[in-house]
């Protein structure tokens, strides 16, 4: 059992926030990557009272209640996600501001067998301007070649992260993926679909990429946009961006299967077309940046989610197209129930 | 009370050696002493070798619940 006495106070660990819901929320852990589920009468218990000692707050419920306080806030101290202490003016809370240097973050390059544009000069624009993570998604059947010239590119280059996403194809040998991501550790997976078997290959030595094998159809771009508690992040850096920024297409940059330059592979307004645009004229344009700043907090049911900052938004899949702020289409979560569909 | 005089405060208070700027993962950073958590994220730059980007790029694969 914790030691407290009346005259301590409860607080949460700095990186564990506390995220209201229409029927429940969640604690998120921004350090170990971890949620929890608790009442939102506990939200408003830690959100309203954290000026006030144990007995300040307890001299509020009735009997019940105060038995109940004790019961949650000894559990949360368990499990690691608070602390008892009678000089909470030293634990501040966090900076919940958000920032970063680069004018593009990360970027989707999608390839089909009707692709005509040079994948490796886009990746050589995407260089010059400092973008850090890029996924590939080629919808048809790839070769290995490509794969191992797209890796040199990248290696001592901005790009730290690079995920690929293949379709399944007895000609590429997992041992050559595999080697692929041993050489070189900025590619972190592999996502191989279409494929006859659900397995995942890791590279036990560095234990940083892997390739994963799933049954997952793909086909093209429209099957983007899935909602679902797998792609839930729990850190610091999307918690912050979530909070006024949009989670998916802040600081994005994608071109399609044709080559043609849009903040998400499945929208539909282009800003030129890569074979006689550079990604710089297109990031000139001002109407590129329409939907960077459309948070969480403003989008329909959204807004009323405990989940809505660890989440990532999808603007090209809603529930009303000509609706800006309209609930993503493929979220089958109900958070006025806290029920999935 | 400025930021570098709390975490002294904090630092005493706790006994806290002088901790490191470098670890190799999250998990490994101190959790008790969450101001310092708080400031070594975002003022100190500590440092950590991610295992992927921090939020998913696309959500193409289903994936199960």
């Known amino acids: ?341 | 009370m400025k930021k570098e005089n709390i975490l002294k405060k904090v630092i005493g208070k706790y006994n806290l050696k002088k901790l490191p700027l470098y670890y190799n993962s999250m998990e490994e950073m101190p959790r008790q002493s969450s101001i310092h958590t708080a400031y070594s994220l975002k003022h100190e730059g500590a440092f950590f070798i991610p295992t992927k980007y921090h939020k998913p790029i696309s959500r193409i694969i289903k994936h199960q619940k």
């Open chain 1, 1 to 341: 059992m914790p030691n407290s006495n009346d005259k301590d106070y409860f607080l949460l660990f700095a990186n564990c926030i506390p995220v209201k819901g229409a029927k429940r929320s969640i604690i998120c852990d921004l350090q170990l990557n971890r949620y929890r589920f608790v009442p939102n009468l506990l939200f408003e218990i830690i959100n309203n009272n954290r000026n006030k000692t144990l007995e300040q707050i307890k001299s509020k419920y009735d009997g019940d209640n105060v038995e109940g306080i004790d019961l949650f806030f000894n559990l949360l101290v368990k499990e690691n996600w608070g602390f008892y202490t009678d000089t909470p003016n030293l634990f501040p809370p966090l900076d919940l501001t958000w920032d970063s240097p680069l004018k593009v973050s990360n970027c989707i390059i999608d390839i089909n067998d009707k692709s005509k544009f040079n994948v490796l000069s886009v990746i050589k624009q995407l260089i010059e301007i400092n973008c850090e993570a890029l996924q590939i998604r080629v919808f048809n059947e790839t070769n290995i070649e490509l794969l191992k010239k797209i890796s040199d590119i990248i290696s001592e280059s901005s790009i730290l992260c690079l995920e690929i996403i293949i379709r399944y194809s007895k000609s590429i040998n997992p041992k050559d993926l595999l080697q692929l991501v041993s050489f070189n550790p900025r590619i972190r997976q592999i996502t191989v679909f279409n494929s006859p078997q659900k397995k995942i290959i890791s590279n036990t030595l560095l234990n940083l990429g892997f390739i994963s094998y799933v049954e997952d159809s793909v086909s093209d771009a429209s099957h983007c946009g899935v909602v679902n508690n797998y792609y839930f992040d729990t850190n610091i850096q999307l918690f912050t961006e979530s909070q006024k920024h949009n989670n998916c297409l802040n600081k994005k940059i994608s071109i399609d299967t044709n080559g043609d330059i849009k903040n998400c592979p499945s929208m539909t307004t282009s800003f030129g077309n890569v074979q006689n645009t550079t990604l710089q004229e297109a990031l000139n344009k001002k109407e590129f940046y329409k939907y960077w700043n459309i948070n969480k907090d403003q989008i329909k049911v959204c807004k009323d989610c405990e989940f809505r900052y660890i989440c990532t938004d999808c603007r090209a899949y809603t529930q009303n197209p000509s609706d800006i702020y309209s609930k993503p289409a493929k979220c089958s979560y109900n958070p006025y129930e806290a029920t999935w569909d």
